[in-house]
């Protein structure tokens, strides 16, 4: 692996504090919130955590952890 | 890793002896139950469980272990 | 890891020799059998096993090995 | 674990030049060969492998190497 | 392991800097972007990422970091 | 495991530089091509890719590395 290279999970350590969209695998639903915690396999722990269903507005979920194998993508909320 | 950051398995330790919610990857299922132990790969050890269709009540199932992988997410239930 | 805690796979080495059942994931089958061992990442292998559609007794399996990634749930038999 | 306890996978390995049914996640799809080897995972080197459709045979598949974690099952043919 | 076989990893280490499409497992939708990063899993971190439906441009996603457990395939934009 | 038994990895090795289909989980498709590099995670590197639907040949992808995951069977052309 080249060693001047920043992994991913290194991009998601960054994210923590901000708020951070959570794009789940097979289903139409994201999860937005802060990230106030992740770990090597890319669990996930956020609070402030509201559903999206499609572009729209779901439940407020509050604090939730989030298994790394069932995450499709991390991004940023810009 | 920064040093200072709090692990998510760590939030879910803290919740053992408490009621929790499990949902679970690509169903409209959640177990909620006293979470007994948990280990490295969110392995769920629950009792006085019960099932949740959407939001409705289903069976008592008592103790049950859940297989880490199938989990979505694990929270506090409030 | 509180070193008090009794592990997940703990709870189901107990279960060694007595009845279970097996949920799979994202099917409406279980395995019901008796349990002869389980290893770290809970690939369970039975015997006497038969299988339950829904509710109902389906074929009778014998011996089987079940992969543990497949498992949503173990659970003793009441 | 029970020192005394033989593995899943012991199981497995003593099924090795015997003919063998591997169960496939989420589909209605066996097969059926001679098992040559196994490791750690449950992948699977199988030759003389037919596909059974329900179970129906269908076609004559030779030598195949199957992902263990689309595993659902592995169990003698008797 | 044959020690002269450069691995699958190293091949997309080789695409880092470079558009690459990223195929999601079951899923009719795929990632274009700009390779910033991977690591031994396959976690990707890319830029400038376009979302692809079937063949058509669907939205502009920028930063995204996808777990490689959920990726089928990673080729190079020709 | 016995000593003498040459794992499913070594049989997926002696494949290299020979055409090989790979079928994926879940899906009626198949890649077709000639393998250049596996490891140990059965991620394989293909290139003069061609895909498969069903039986009929589909797109000519090339290069593509796939996560070996979401392989379900790895076979040689025969």
């Given amino acids: 692996m080249p060693t001047s290279?920043?992994?991913?999970?290194?991009?998601v350590f960054a994210l923590v504090d901000s708020r951070i969209t959570v794009e789940i695998k097979d289903?139409?639903?994201?999860f937005q919130?802060?990230?106030?915690?992740?770990?090597?396999?890319?669990?996930?722990?956020?609070d402030e955590t509201i559903e999206l269903i499609g572009d729209e507005r779901g439940r407020s979920l509050g604090t939730v952890v989030i298994r790394g194998n069932n995450i499709l993508t991390i991004s940023p909320v810009i």
């Fill in 27 to 30: 289903e139409d639903r994201k």
């Fill in 5 to 11: 290279m920043v992994l991913p999970i290194k991009k």
């Fill in 33 to 46: 919130g802060r990230l106030i915690s992740v770990d090597e396999y890319l669990n996930i722990h956020m």
